[in-house]
């Protein structure tokens, strides 16, 4: 049992280019999430998804989009990055909507040149 | 909005010392409250919760009581040990609606020296 997983660690990447972060769980959550950590800001919502197929808007979706084809993974993707993106991006499950713990993922370290 | 607020760091005790890290919610409704840990390089663990008022959440020598009155969430632990070393933040969800959304506080970041 690996519980969340994500793909890269790190990545640097030029403005302007693309990329997609991968997040797998194997724990049969309903619900995922992606966050970004930056300093001093503490952890912000980006999308999330309560379930497959499904998605929706977080605090902070621009420049991001999302798609949750199978119910383990959650694929994170930037169309166009800019240096504002570079952050510490974290994914998150949650059994369903009773439970109380998000499960983390350990995080992807992403530098926008 | 909701929102959380909790005091800012770093924080540095010394081993054996007691550690209190303040937490205040805003909130419309009844929230649940959590603490997570973030040890270095790792992603975030569940420290403890309390899903109503007047709940203690408790773990590893760490308590928390849920303050209605006072909107408050209060971190507290009788004596720290250098591996409580981490960065601890404050939450809250409000369901109802929310899909299970963590609001997350800033983050405070102790370290503990031996």
């Known amino acids: 049992n690996a519980g969340v997983t994500q793909t890269p660690k790190f990545r640097v990447l030029k403005t302007g280019q693309s990329m997609t972060l991968l997040c797998a769980q194997d724990?049969?959550?309903?619900?995922m999430y992606w966050y970004r950590q930056d300093p001093g800001m503490g952890l912000r919502l980006i999308h999330y998804?309560?379930?497959?197929?499904?998605?929706a808007k977080g605090e902070v979706p621009d420049g991001y989009n999302v798609s949750r084809l199978k119910k383990q993974n959650f694929l994170l993707g930037l169309e166009s990055a800019a240096p504002s993106q570079t952050s510490v991006y974290f994914c998150?499950?949650?059994?369903?909507?009773?439970?109380?713990?998000?499960?983390f993922g350990p995080g992807t370290r992403l530098t926008v040149t | 909005g909701d929102s959380v607020t909790q005091m800012e760091g770093p924080v540095t005790l010394s081993e054996e010392a007691f550690l209190t890290i303040n937490c205040t919610y805003t909130a419309t409704g009844y929230p649940s409250l959590f603490w997570y840990v973030q040890y270095p390089g790792e992603g975030l663990q569940l420290l403890l919760k309390a899903t109503k008022a007047d709940d203690k959440g408790s773990n590893k020598g760490f308590e928390a009581t849920y303050r209605k009155e006072t909107t408050s969430f209060h971190l507290e632990k009788g004596s720290v040990q250098v591996s409580d070393s981490a960065v601890y933040f404050c939450a809250l969800s409000s369901y109802g609606g929310s899909q299970g959304n963590l609001i997350f506080g800033k983050g405070t970041k102790l370290s503990v020296k031996p």
């Open positions: 724990m049969n959550h309903e619900y």
């Open positions: 998804s309560v379930g497959e197929g499904t998605t």
């Open positions: 998150a499950s949650l059994p369903h909507a009773d439970s109380y713990e998000q499960y």
